[in-house]
């Protein structure tokens, strides 16, 4: 029975170990997707920025938190807290390969569905999602002017059930959640577990042309 005690506990040990490295593993494969797809990101709106003959035009007025933005003839179009599924889209992008008409019109992009990915035009260039699944855009700002501007970025992966919105300045905990997502969160001290992660970049970027 003495044996039989120590044996059942050098397990326990053992499987114990070996579920907290799974853990430790693929906490850290879901910290590197959510960073490396908020570097994409960044990268892909600063080029466009740097790049583009065209001037920086701000986001046009839209409902609730469904949002295009344009950088020369390059549209991105996002809805803020909205998980990236088969049928709904995080953040999409594509270049008309002339002046946009959703770029050009603020009336335009109402048009926009929030769950539908949205509809490219037949010369659109290089359309697709820069979101993989169960990620999010929470925070997708382009501020400046002139030839200088700053980008930031908050990508998150995860469910609805892991994350909270929390108070920057008094860290108190925001409901509802879906009212506050540029403060979206993992939930607990430890930011990017086994479900969770979240990733925010900001870059300043001078336009070159």
């Known amino acids: 029975m003495i044996s039989t005690a120590v044996f059942s506990l050098i397990l326990i040990v053992i499987l114990t170990a070996i579920t907290q490295i799974g853990r430790m593993y ?13 570097r994409l990101i960044v990268d892909r709106v600063s080029q466009e920025i740097q790049y583009s003959p065209a001037t920086y035009v701000p986001t046009f007025a839209t409902t609730g938190t469904k949002n295009v933005r344009c950088i020369g003839n390059t549209r991105f179009f996002y809805v803020l807290s909205q998980k990236k599924t088969s049928t709904d889209y995080g953040l999409w992008t594509d270049n008309s390969g002339a ?59 995860g469910d609805d059930d892991l994350m909270e919105a929390i108070d920057p300045a008094t860290g108190a905990v925001l409901t509802p959640m879906a009212d506050y997502p540029q403060y979206y969160t993992c939930k607990g001290s430890t930011v990017g577990t086994q479900f969770c992660g979240v990733s925010e970049l900001t870059v300043t970027v001078n336009k070159r042309l």
């Open 26 to 38: 693929y906490k850290g494969i879901t910290t590197s997707k959510t960073q490396e797809t908020a």
């Open 99 to 157: 002046a946009s008409p959703v770029c050009n019109d603020p009336g335009a992009s109402v048009a926009l569905d929030t769950t539908a990915i949205p509809t490219s035009e037949p010369t659109a260039v290089d359309p697709r999602e820069l979101l993989p699944q169960n990620m999010r855009i929470a925070k997708f700002d382009i501020t400046g002017s002139g030839s200088l501007y700053t980008v930031s970025v908050r990508v998150l992966y």
